[in-house]
């Protein structure tokens, strides 16, 4: 079955700088990834949709250049959360989609807490 | 613009009993439902979905959901509820339309022993 493969499962950093999350599909090619944003007992909220070679969609209200995107091949997006500040402590989840499936995979997330 | 509404915090339930989540939608044209399992600090564990075809979908773990046009509902059931079920559920939409999936809040699914 489809597979996503999402690193690293926990970070944690300092206030003012930036971390990457990768974002893999293993057995497919994601067309369509996602990155959505979980806070404690909350729902999931899209942040962004990224499109393979393409520049990411934003959701209104998220800060694009916060909130760096890259989708350069379809198998592989990055997340970098830039100067991050301990409000951008959070569980941050990927999906990817191929083209021929209507089905989405779900990373398993990402805690990044920023001291 | 469509959107999921999920009705109740939490359900509570006995093991062996049976269990119903609550899930209703809104959407323009042909919805495609999807049900997932969130168990703490993990990603979505995919359940089920509804694209077309029969109503009642069954999937991973004896779960299964009835998709009904008429109410804009996608509940998503258990005959017999497991300690190990509990968990947080979404019920997910996606419109014919477009490629985000959007999410309700979520319930949190407690069965007792």
């Known amino acids: 079955g489809a597979v996503v493969s999402q690193h690293p499962s926990r970070v944690i950093c300092k206030s003012g700088t930036s971390v990457k999350i990768e974002c893999r599909s293993l057995d497919f090619q994601a067309t369509t990834m996602f990155w959505y944003r979980q806070f404690p007992k909350q729902s999931l909220m899209l942040m962004a949709t990224?499109?393979?070679?393409?520049?990411?969609?934003?959701e209104q209200g998220v800060e694009k250049d916060k909130f760096l995107i890259n989708h350069a091949s379809l198998t592989l997006s990055t997340l970098t959360v830039t100067s991050a500040h301990p409000e951008d402590s959070s569980f941050y989840i990927c999906s990817a989609r191929a083209t021929d499936r209507v089905g989405y995979t779900f990373g398993s997330g990402t805690r990044l807490t920023v001291v | 613009a469509q959107s999921v509404a999920q009705p109740e915090d939490q359900v509570n339930v006995a093991e062996g009993n049976p269990l119903t989540v609550k899930c209703t939608y809104s959407?323009?044209?042909?919805?495609?439902l999807f049900w997932y399992v969130q168990y703490p600090n993990r990603g979505l564990q995919f359940l089920l979905k509804y694209i077309t075809g029969d109503n009642l979908v069954k999937g991973s773990y004896g779960f299964e959901a009835e998709f009904n046009k008429s109410q804009t509902s996608f509940h998503l059931k258990k005959p017999s509820a497991l300690v190990s079920d509990s968990a947080l559920y979404f019920c997910?939409?996606?419109?014919?339309?477009?490629?985000?999936?959007?999410f309700g809040t979520g319930t949190r699914l407690q069965v007792f022993p």
């Open positions: 990224s499109n393979e070679g393409s520049k990411a969609t934003y």
């Open positions: 997910a939409v996606r419109g014919y339309n477009t490629d985000k999936l959007i």
């Open positions: 959407v323009s044209g042909n919805p495609y």
